[in-house]
């Protein structure tokens, strides 16, 4: 059952040195707040998943956090690279950075996987891709009743998945509205979950029948954290900050303004900045 706690508690029994971790959001929702949590509380060797790795996990890889990278995508988004994932890659700073590359269609189905117990996923997919002479984790397998050749990948069973939504209840249950990703599938999948929410709530009133309810037993720890998804947006809440995201590309191609900035924005500040931030927005 789910624990509503600080966002603090909540990455401190939560998560440890070289988990592995996914942060899911699918263009709202990206569980910022979150990760800046796990940058104070100086987390290292993780394996970082997501389907769209951008600011959040160029944050994090720059702050020497990451081992490695299981992604579909990375850049920021409208904007172009992300110059800390980047630099790891090709520089190892501030250390190196192992990455697997996947399609969306690979990573969604293996997130499906996970979240119903199967060891991998089965999918049509990766048919003439030159993806598969870099990853070793990309398979084929022959249908036992067509002889149809399939693509297949491990499941994704993340020992701590984090995601951002718009309420909890005090009993722990959680509503997701809006764009869904994989957020309900990489809670699902994982051995632990951590929600940020704008706001918890007695019940919830008039939810449409096509919004998504995690139910309170899917849900480790739930922490509120009003504003804990931007710069990205929260349907419903605040808008999507473009102008930061034009900046950040700035702030990460210098590794002297990246740090300055974390030093000032993430290490000596605390989740309430976030809630001053969205005013206006």
Not at 78 to 87: A, F
Request: glycine share 8%; proline share 5%.
């Amino acid at each position: 059952m789910a624990k509503i706690c600080s966002l603090a508690e909540a990455v401190e029994s939560c998560i440890g040195d070289g988990d592995v971790v996914a942060m899911e959001g699918f263009t709202h929702l990206i569980p910022h707040a979150a990760a800046h949590e796990v940058i104070r509380q100086g987390r290292k060797d993780l394996t970082l998943i997501r389907m769209t790795p951008d600011l959040i996990y160029d944050q994090l890889i720059g702050m020497g956090c990451a081992r490695k990278l299981i992604f579909s995508y990375a850049g920021n988004p409208g904007v172009g690279l992300l110059r800390r994932m980047r630099d790891a890659v090709e520089n190892a700073w501030p250390k190196p950075l192992e990455i697997e590359e996947h399609s969306h269609a690979a990573m969604a189905n293996a997130y499906e996987a996970g979240a119903a117990g199967l060891p991998m996923a089965v999918f049509r997919g990766y048919i003439g891709a030159e993806l598969k002479r870099v990853n070793p984790n990309i398979k084929s397998v022959t249908c036992p009743f067509t002889g149809e050749e399939l693509a297949a990948v491990p499941a994704i069973r993340p020992d701590v998945t984090f995601i951002h939504a718009q309420k909890a209840t005090r009993r722990g249950d959680v509503l997701v509205e809006g764009i869904l990703g994989v957020q309900k599938e990489a809670v699902l999948a994982a051995k632990r979950a951590v929600v940020t929410v704008e706001e918890i709530v007695e019940d919830f009133d008039d939810v449409h029948p096509n919004a998504c309810v995690l139910p309170s037993w899917t849900v480790t720890a739930i922490a509120h954290v009003p504003g804990g998804a931007n710069p990205s947006y929260a349907a419903g809440y605040y808008d999507r900050d473009n102008s930061f995201y034009i900046a950040w590309d700035k702030i990460a191609s210098d590794r002297d303004a990246f740090t300055a900035w974390m030093k000032e924005n993430v290490l000596e500040a605390g989740p309430d900045i976030f809630a001053e931030r969205v005013k206006g927005l």
